[in-house]
Structures are given as structure tokens and as C-alpha cells.
């Protein structure tokens, strides 16, 4: 199982935002789209990542004055990041140990999507639950 496959899934839609951008917008970005990170790009390069981590952190050692901060100035940085041809497995290794949740997808210097970590889970659950139905359906067959 690779990460190209799981993007297959959940499609390679990238949500992101500008380091220049204020924190309360990355806030509303968030809400709006109901996702808990974002890729900080400029042109095509990801230059960090934005998370509700970034915004607790924020809050936390300067108030909300903190919403008024560039998100390249809270954000996380330097990135990791995976490739599409990463086993899945691998990634879910790397978030675990680094305690990450959500990892871009980097081709040739380009972002071609964006996973995270429920995203790894889901797809890991759903291939168990098709290995199990294809083997309840062998046995049955028997």
C-alpha cells in the first residue's frame, strides 16, 4: 500500500496558505474547511506546516495578539514530507515517531497532495475489513 493509492482514495486537493498570511485567517481557513493543518507554501515550495498545534502554541506564549502573527512565524518548520511512492506503512512510522499528524506529498520538488494521519488510518482499516470479507467469503465457499 502507498501513498499514491491512499490520495487515489481521498483525492490530491491541497489546501494551503502563504506565510504572510495572518493566523486568524489560517484560524478561519481551518474552520471553514473543517481540517486541522495546512501546507505553508510559496510558488510550489512547502516551507512549513500550520496546525491547530501552531495555534495553541501561539495562544499560549502570546495571547491573542498571537492572532495578529504571520503564520510563517508560528508555523512548523522545517517539514517532513513523504512521496507518493512511500509505503504507507512508512509514513504512518514517521509520524508516529516524530508526533506528527499530516505529512505533504512531494514529487519532483512539487506538492501532488497532502495525508494525514487519520487519512492513513482509514485506508489501513478498510483494506483489513476487504482482506477479512475476502476470506469469510473463501472459507464460505469451501
Do not use: W
Not at 72 to 89: F, H, K, L, Q, W
Not at 114 to 124: A, E, H, M, P, T
Request: glycine residues 10%; negative net charge; proline residues 4%.
Amino acid at each position: 500500500m502507498t501513498i499514491a493509492a491512499i490520495l487515489r482514495g481521498k483525492g490530491d486537493a491541497v489546501i494551503s496558505i502563504g506565510p504572510n498570511a495572518s493566523v486568524a485567517d489560517a484560524v478561519a481557513l481551518l474552520a471553514e474547511k473543517g481540517i486541522g493543518a495546512l501546507p505553508v507554501m510559496t510558488a510550489d515550495e512547502v516551507v512549513g506546516i500550520f496546525s491547530e498545534r501552531d495555534v495553541i502554541h501561539a495562544l499560549a506564549a502570546g495571547g491573542t495578539a498571537a492572532l495578529d502573527r504571520t503564520v510563517g512565524d508560528v508555523m512548523t518548520s522545517p517539514v517532513e514530507s513523504i512521496g507518493p511512492r512511500d509505503p504507507a506503512i512508512g509514513a504512518l512510522s514517521l509520524m508516529t515517531q516524530r508526533r506528527i499528524r499530516h505529512l505533504p506529498v512531494v514529487e519532483a520538488g512539487r506538492v501532488v497532495g497532502f495525508v494525514s494521519i487519520g487519512d492513513l488510518v482509514k485506508y489501513r482499516i478498510d483494506r483489513i475489513e476487504a482482506d477479512a470479507a475476502a476470506l469469510r467469503d473463501y472459507i464460505q465457499s469451501a
